[in-house]
C-alpha cells in the first residue's frame, strides 16, 4: 500500500515536471538564470581569498631543495660588486656603443663567451633599437644542453637606469665561473632595455625572429630551464632596500610554473630574511581586502597580457622566469640580494626535468597563498555559460509561433487545462501528460539574414584592428575619436539599413536570431578563452553582461535607457574611461598596445575588436531595432 | 534573379573569398597547413612538397619517409610552378577543385534524388532547398574553407566524391566509375561508397530507360560495373608502378593508411587509442577498428536500399569520426552534404546542441592544441578531450539524422502519425 501510494506520488511528480517542460513560464526563466550565473560568478571570485577556498603554498619539485644549500657569495665579492658599480655608473652618459664594448671587455674578462646582438623594432611609427650583450659560461659538469639565463636590464620598466642590477650580474658572472658545481650552464644577458632587448634575444635563441630587425645569435647553449631577472636601481652609493618584489605576469597572460615562484619567496624569506611582496602590494596585512586586491591587480595585469619585466618574453617560450625587483627602504643591501639570486639559481641548477610539477594556472593572492585553476576558472566559466543560456533559450524562442493566447499560463488546475482544445497526450514511459499542441509546433527559422549580419559585424572588427595597430602614433588619438563616434553611430546605422535595405524589414524572429548568434558566439570565445587567459575571458565577460538582457522594445523610453546604457559599456568608450581613470592618455595607450602586438605578439586586441566590439554592436542593434 | 545568374554570382564570391584570402593573408596557407586539425600525415601539403621536391630530383618520392600520397599527384603538381614562389596557381588548382565540388552538389541537388528516389519518395518533398543554397552550404562552410586554405589533398578525393555521386545519380555509369575509382585510388575510404552510389546509379539508370529492372538485370550491371571499377583502380595502380617503377607505394601510402604507423594527432578517435595501446594487441585492435567502420556500410546500404543517396552522406559523416587519419574538411564536407537532405530537418532533435558543441570544439581544439604543444602548461589529453566532444557532436548529427530520414520513411507508410510524439521501444 505504501510503495503503491509512493509510486503514485512519483507518477504525479513525473508529471508535473513533464509538463512544466513546456510550460510557457519556463521561457521566462532564463533572464533571472542568466543573472544568478553572473552573480554566482562574481560571488565565487570574492570567495576566493577566503582562507577555505585558497591555499597555502608550497614547493611540489623534490628537486629544488630551496634554501638547503649554504650560499658563500659575500666578503670580497662585495669589493668586486662596487667596483662593477662604479664601473657601470660610469657608463650613463656613455653612448651606447661604448657602453657595449664595455660590458663586452667586461664580460671577457672574467674568462666567459660573449656575444651581442642588435635589434631595431618598429610600430606605430617609432623606432625602438638597442643592442644586447650576453655571456655563456659552460657549466663543468654541463653537456650544453640546458641553461639558465640570469638577466640585468640596462633600464627597466620604469624606463630607470638598472646599476646596482647590471652590477650584480657582472659580479655573480665572474663568482659563479669559480665553481665547479654548475650542471646547467649560465647565460648573463645584459639586454639594452626591459621591454624589448629580452624579447629580441629570447626570439632569436629559438631562431623566432623576423631577421630583417633583429639578429641572430653567434653562440647559443641548450634548451633554457629557466630565467631569472634582477632589477636593483640603486646608484653608485647603494641602497638598502626593505622587500622582494616578485614579478611574475607574462605575455598574453601567461605566467611561469608556480614552484619558481615559490623557490624565489621559500629562499628570500626562508633563508634570506627578506619580505617578499608581488603586485605592486608594498604593504599587505594578510587582511581579506588586501588578499582581494592583490588578486585583482594580479587578474588586471594578467588580463591586459602586456609584459610586467624583462622576464615576460621568456614565459611563451615555455621558459619559466620572473624579475625580482628590490622596493622599500630596510636594512637588506645587494649581498643579501646577491646571496638570494645565487640560490635561486643552485636550485635551478639542481632541476633534473623542466619544471612541470607545480601549477601554471593560479592566482596569488599573497606570497604564500594561491588559488589554483581548478577553483577559479568556474567563475569564468559561469559568466560564458550565462550568454549560452540565453542564446539557446532565443533559439527555442525563435521557433516558437507567436504566443496567441495568455490562457495556458494563466490555467493552473488540471481540470481547466483538460477543458482546453489544443491538449496533445504525451507519453513518456508510464507518464502521461497533457500539454498545449502549439508547445510542439517549431516554424520555419530563417537563418540566412541573421548568419550574415553576424559574419559581417565580426569581419568588419578588422577594420579597428588593423587601424589601430598600424597608424602611427600621432594620429592614433583622432582615429580613436573618429572611431568611438562611428561605434556609437554604427548600430543606427545598421538598423535602418536592416529597415530599409533588404525585401522586408527583418522579422522578430530574426532580431531573436541575431540575438541568439551573437550571444553563443561570444559564449563560445569566452569560455575558449577562459583556458587560455582566464582575466581577460573574466573581464570582457562582465562587462558584456547587459548583452544578455537587452530585448527588443516599441517603447522609446525603454529603448532609450538601454541605448545609454550600452553606449556607455561600448568599448572605445569602456577604454576611454579607463585611460581617463589612470590618467594616461588614450593615443599613448594605443602606441603601447601597437607595440605589445608588433613585439610581444600580444593579442588582448584581437578579443576586444573581434570578440567584444561585435557582440556590443549586435547588442545595440537588437535593442535600439524596433524603433527603425 | 535566373540560377544561371546566382550561380554565377556564387561562384564568383566563393572564388573571390578564396583567393582574398590567399594573396591578402600570404602566411595564412602555410599556417593552416601546419594544423593538424586540417592535414594528416596521409593528405598534408607539406609532405606533398617533400614528395615533389625528391620526385623533381629522380629520387623515389617515398625515399624520405615523409611522403604517403598518390605518386599519381606528382606529375600534377610538377607541372605547377613552384609553390613557394608562385603560389596563386596552386591556389587557383584547390579553388578550382573546390568549384567543381560544388557544382556536382548543384547537379545532385537538381535532380531531387535526394526527396524523391526510384522507391521512395518523401512525403516532404516540397520542404527542397534550391541547389545554389546547398552549393553555398558547400562553399562557404567555414570548415570546407579553412580546407581549401590549407591545401591537403583531400581536397582533390572530396571533388570526385561529390563528382562521382551527381554522376551516379543522373546514372552517367562511366564517368561515376572513372571519379570513384580516382577518388579511391587516392584515400582508400571512398571504396566504401562504392556499393550505395552503384545502386544509386543503378536507380537512375532504370528510372529513366522504360527498361526491366529485373534480377538479372541487376546482377549483370553490377558484375559489369563492379569489375570496371576494380579494373580501373588496377589501371590506376599500374600507371603509378610505370611512373615511380617500383610497388613501394603500395606500402608508403596504402599501408600507411591502413596501419597506421603515424601517430600524429588528429581530429579522429584513432591516434590516442594507438599511442596508449600496448604491441601485442595493436593488430586486433586495427582490425576491430577496421571491421567497425565497415560494418556501417553493409548496414546502412541494405536499410535504406531505396534512398541510396542518404547512404553516401551517412558514411561519409562515419568517415569524419572514424576514419584512421580524419580532418575537419571530411567533416566538412558530410555537413554541406547534409545539407541536400533539407527536407527532414524538421524532424531532426538536437541540431542546436550538437552544431554548438562542433562550434565549442572549433575553438577549445586550438585552445588546448596550444597549451599542449607550445605553451606547455596543459598535455595530449585536453586536446584528445575535445576530440572526443567534436566526435560525440558529429555522431549525435549523424544519429539525428539517420532517425530524421527513418522517421521520414514511416510517415509514408502512416501519413496518420504525422506530428505526433514517438516513442523508441
Request: glycine fraction near 6%; include cysteine; hydrophobic fraction near 50%.
Amino acid at each position: 500500500m505504501f510503495l503503491l501510494r509512493e509510486l503514485l506520488a512519483e507518477i504525479r511528480i513525473a508529471t508535473a515536471i513533464l509538463g512544466l517542460r513546456h510550460d510557457p513560464r519556463l521561457l521566462k526563466l532564463p533572464p533571472y538564470l542568466s543573472a544568478l550565473c553572473i552573480l554566482v560568478g562574481t560571488v565565487w571570485l570574492l570567495l576566493l581569498p577566503l582562507n577555505e577556498y585558497s591555499r597555502q603554498t608550497y614547493v611540489s619539485e623534490n628537486a629544488l631543495l630551496p634554501g638547503q644549500v649554504h650560499t658563500y657569495f659575500g666578503g670580497s665579492e662585495h669589493n668586486i660588486f662596487r667596483a662593477y658599480r662604479h664601473e657601470v655608473h660610469a657608463l650613463e652618459h656613455k653612448s651606447a656603443e661604448e657602453r657595449t664594448e664595455k660590458f663586452v671587455e667586461l664580460l671577457k674578462d672574467c674568462g666567459l663567451k660573449v656575444g651581442r646582438q642588435k635589434y631595431e623594432y618598429s610600430s606605430a611609427g617609432n623606432t625602438v633599437s638597442g643592442e644586447n650583450v650576453y655571456a655563456v659560461l659552460q657549466g663543468p659538469r654541463a653537456d650544453a644542453t640546458e641553461a639558465i639565463v640570469l638577466i640585468g636590464a640596462w633600464r627597466n620598466m620604469d624606463n630607470v637606469i638598472n646599476y646596482s642590477g647590471v652590477a650584480l650580474v657582472l659580479t655573480l658572472a665572474r663568482y659563479f665561473k669559480r665553481w665547479s658545481l654548475w650542471s646547467k650552464d649560465i647565460i648573463f644577458l645584459l639586454p639594452f632595455d626591459s621591454a624589448s632587448g629580452s624579447q629580441a634575444w629570447v626570439d632569436a635563441y629559438h631562431d623566432a625572429h623576423d631577421p630583417l630587425h633583429v639578429q641572430p645569435l653567434s653562440i647559443k647553449s641548450g634548451a633554457l630551464q629557466g630565467a631569472i631577472a634582477v632589477d636593483y636601481p640603486a646608484g653608485p652609493w647603494g641602497h638598502r632596500f626593505e622587500k622582494l618584489h616578485i614579478v611574475y605576469d607574462g605575455v598574453n597572460g601567461q605566467l611561469p610554473n608556480l614552484d619558481l615562484f615559490n623557490t624565489a619567496v621559500n629562499i628570500a624569506s626562508g633563508q634570506m630574511g627578506i619580505g617578499t611582496t608581488l603586485q605592486r602590494m608594498w604593504h599587505h596585512s594578510d587582511s581579506y581586502r588586501d588578499r582581494l586586491m592583490t588578486m585583482l591587480r594580479g587578474m588586471l595585469s594578467q588580463g591586459l597580457g602586456h609584459v610586467s619585466g624583462p622576464h615576460s618574453a621568456f614565459i611563451p617560450y615555455h621558459v619559466d622566469a620572473i624579475t625580482v625587483q628590490t622596493v622599500g627602504d630596510g636594512w637588506h643591501d645587494e649581498m643579501s640580494l646577491g646571496r638570494t639570486v645565487e640560490s635561486l639559481c643552485r636550485s635551478l641548477n639542481n632541476l633534473l626535468e623542466h619544471l612541470h610539477q607545480s601549477f601554471f594556472f593560479y592566482l596569488l593572492m599573497q606570497a604564500n597563498r594561491f588559488v589554483s585553476i581548478g577553483t577559479y576558472l568556474p567563475s569564468a566559466m559561469i559568466i560564458a555559460a550565462n550568454f549560452t543560456i540565453t542564446s539557446i533559450v532565443l533559439w527555442v524562442q525563435s521557433g516558437r509561433p507567436a504566443a496567441p493566447s495568455k490562457v495556458a499560463s494563466t490555467s493552473n488546475s488540471e481540470k481547466e487545462k483538460a477543458k482546453e482544445p489544443d491538449l496533445t497526450i504525451v507519453k513518456e514511459g508510464r507518464n502521461v501528460a497533457l500539454v498545449p499542441a502549439a508547445a510542439f509546433e517549431v516554424i520555419e527559422r530563417h537563418l540566412f539574414l541573421p548568419v550574415g549580419f553576424i559574419a559581417t559585424v565580426h569581419f568588419l572588427g578588422l577594420l579597428p584592428l588593423y587601424v589601430f595597430n598600424t597608424a602611427p602614433q600621432a594620429t592614433l588619438k583622432a582615429s580613436f575619436t573618429i572611431f568611438t563616434i562611428l561605434t556609437l553611430v554604427l548600430p543606427h546605422a545598421f538598423s535602418q539599413a536592416l529597415a530599409r535595405i533588404p525585401p522586408q524589414p527583418p522579422t522578430p524572429q530574426q532580431i531573436t536570431l541575431i540575438q541568439s548568434f551573437s550571444l553563443l558566439l561570444l559564449g563560445l570565445f569566452l569560455s575558449a578563452l577562459a583556458t587560455l587567459n582566464f582575466s581577460l575571458s573574466l573581464m570582457i565577460g562582465l562587462l558584456s553582461t547587459p548583452f544578455s538582457f537587452v530585448r527588443p522594445s516599441k517603447s522609446p523610453i525603454l529603448v532609450g535607457l538601454m541605448n545609454l546604457l550600452l553606449a556607455a559599456m561600448a568599448p572605445p568608450v569602456v577604454m576611454g574611461g579607463i585611460a581617463w581613470w589612470f590618467g594616461k592618455d588614450v593615443g599613448e595607450l594605443l602606441a603601447q598596445a601597437s607595440f605589445g602586438w608588433h613585439v610581444w605578439g600580444m593579442w588582448t586586441q584581437v578579443v576586444i575588436w573581434l570578440v567584444w566590439w561585435p557582440a556590443w554592436v549586435t547588442a545595440s542593434v537588437v535593442a535600439i531595432g524596433a524603433l527603425y | 534573379m535566373d540560377v544561371d545568374k546566382q550561380k554565377a554570382l556564387l561562384f564568383g564570391s566563393a572564388a573571390a573569398l578564396r583567393l582574398l584570402l590567399f594573396t591578402a593573408f600570404p602566411s595564412l596557407p602555410d599556417v593552416l597547413a601546419g594544423r593538424v586539425e586540417l592535414s594528416t600525415p596521409v593528405t598534408s601539403f607539406k609532405r606533398l612538397q617533400e614528395g615533389l621536391f625528391l620526385y623533381n630530383r629522380n629520387v623515389s618520392p617515398f625515399d624520405g619517409g615523409t611522403y604517403h600520397q598518390s605518386p599519381l599527384l606528382l606529375p600534377l603538381f610538377s607541372l605547377l610552378p613552384n609553390a613557394q614562389r608562385y603560389p596563386l596557381a596552386t591556389s587557383l588548382l584547390y579553388v578550382v577543385a573546390d568549384l567543381v565540388g560544388a557544382d556536382a552538389l548543384m547537379k545532385i541537388a537538381d535532380t531531387g534524388v535526394a526527396v524523391s528516389s526510384r522507391l521512395f519518395t518523401s512525403s516532404r518533398r516540397e520542404l527542397r532547398r534550391s541547389s545554389t543554397t546547398i552549393a553555398a552550404g558547400y562553399l562557404f562552410n567555414p570548415f570546407i574553407v579553412l580546407t581549401c586554405l590549407a591545401r591537403p589533398t583531400s581536397v582533390f578525393t572530396h571533388t570526385l566524391i561529390l563528382q562521382a555521386t551527381s554522376r551516379a545519380a543522373t546514372g552517367q555509369s562511366i564517368t561515376f566509375i572513372l571519379a570513384l575509382a580516382l577518388a579511391s585510388y587516392l584515400s582508400l575510404y571512398p571504396l566504401l561508397l562504392f556499393p550505395p552510389l552503384l545502386i544509386l546509379c543503378y536507380d537512375a539508370q532504370s528510372s529513366a530507360k522504360p527498361i526491366q529492372s529485373t534480377t538479372s538485370n541487376a546482377l549483370t550491371f553490377t558484375i559489369r560495373y563492379t569489375s570496371l571499377f576494380f579494373a580501373t583502380i588496377v589501371a590506376l595502380l599500374l600507371l603509378s608502378y610505370g611512373l615511380t617503377s617500383s610497388w613501394s607505394f603500395l606500402n608508403a601510402h596504402y599501408l600507411h593508411i591502413i596501419l597506421l604507423p603515424s601517430l600524429t594527432p588528429n581530429v579522429g578517435l584513432w591516434w590516442y587509442f594507438f599511442t596508449e595501446m600496448f604491441d601485442s594487441f595493436r593488430a586486433f585492435f586495427l582490425g576491430v577498428f577496421w571491421l567497425h567502420m565497415f560494418a556501417y556500410m553493409p548496414a546502412l546500404s541494405i536499410r535504406f536500399r531505396t534512398q541510396p543517396l542518404f547512404v553516401v552522406c551517412a558514411l561519409l559523416g562515419v568517415v569524419s569520426v572514424y576514419a584512421p587519419y580524419p580532418a575537419v574538411g571530411e567533416a566538412g564536407l558530410f555537413l554541406s552534404f547534409l545539407g541536400a537532405f533539407r527536407h527532414v530537418f524538421p524532424l531532426m532533435r538536437y541540431t542546436f546542441p550538437a552544431v554548438s558543441s562542433l562550434l565549442y570544439c572549433t575553438l577549445l581544439g586550438p585552445a588546448f592544441y596550444h597549451l599542449w604543444v607550445y605553451a606547455g602548461s596543459g598535455n595530449a589529453n585536453f586536446f584528445y578531450a575535445i576530440t572526443l566532444v567534436w566526435s560525440l557532436g558529429l555522431t549525435v548529427i549523424l544519429a539525428d539524422a539517420i532517425y530524421a530520414v527513418l522517421r521520414d520513411e514511416w510517415e509514408v507508410e502512416r501519413p496518420d502519425m504525422r506530428g505526433k510524439e514517438v516513442r523508441r521501444v
